[in-house]
Nanobody
Framework: QVQVVESGGGLVQAGGSLRLSCAVS???????????MGWYRQTPGNEREKVAL???????DYVDSVKGRFTISRDDAQNTAYLQMNSLEPEDTAVYYC????????????????WGQGTQVTVSS
C-alpha cells in the first residue's frame, strides 16, 4: 500500500537551516503516478496550514510567510520531495506533514491524497 514518510526535523537556532525529506512508497507500478506533493504544518490547537506545494509540472506555490526562505523540490525518479528551510524563525516551529496526491489509472482516473505521520521542527530564539 502507499506510504508517506517524512524525515529531517529537529531542533535548530533561529537563523539556521533544515532540510526535510518525504519518501513515497507503493507507487512503483505503471498504473500509478504522483500528481503533486506538498508540505503542511500544524501547532497544537490550530488547523493544519499549507506551506508549499509542487505539481508534476513543477508548478510551485508557497504560503506568504515562507517565501524567499523555503524551497520545495521533487525527484520523480525516487518518488521523493524535499523542503529546504533557511533563515528559520521561532514562528516556523510546528509538526511538518508531507502529502502526496496519487493518481490511479483505470477506466476512469482517480486521485487520492496520502499523508505522512509528521516530523517535529523546533526553532529556538
Amino acid at each position: 500500500q502507499v506510504q508517506v514518510v517524512e524525515s529531517g526535523g529537529g531542533l535548530v537556532q533561529a537563523g539556521g537551516s533544515l532540510r526535510l525529506s518525504c519518501a513515497v512508497s507503493g507507487v512503483s507500478g505503471s498504473f500509478f503516478s504522483i500528481d503533486a506533493m506538498g508540505w503542511y504544518r500544524q501547532t497544537p490547537g490550530n488547523e493544519r496550514e499549507k506551506v508549499a506545494l509542487i505539481s508534476s509540472g513543477d508548478n510551485i506555490d508557497y504560503v506568504d510567510s515562507v517565501k524567499g526562505r523555503f524551497t520545495i523540490s521533487r525527484d520523480d525518479a525516487q518518488n521523493t520531495a524535499y523542503l529546504q528551510m533557511n533563515s528559520l524563525e521561532p514562528e516556523d516551529t510546528a509538526v511538518y506533514y508531507c502529502t502526496a496526491a496519487v493518481r490511479y489509472y483505470s477506466s476512469f482516473s482517480q486521485v487520492r491524497n496520502y499523508w505522512g505521520q509528521g516530523t517535529q521542527v523546533t526553532v529556538s530564539s
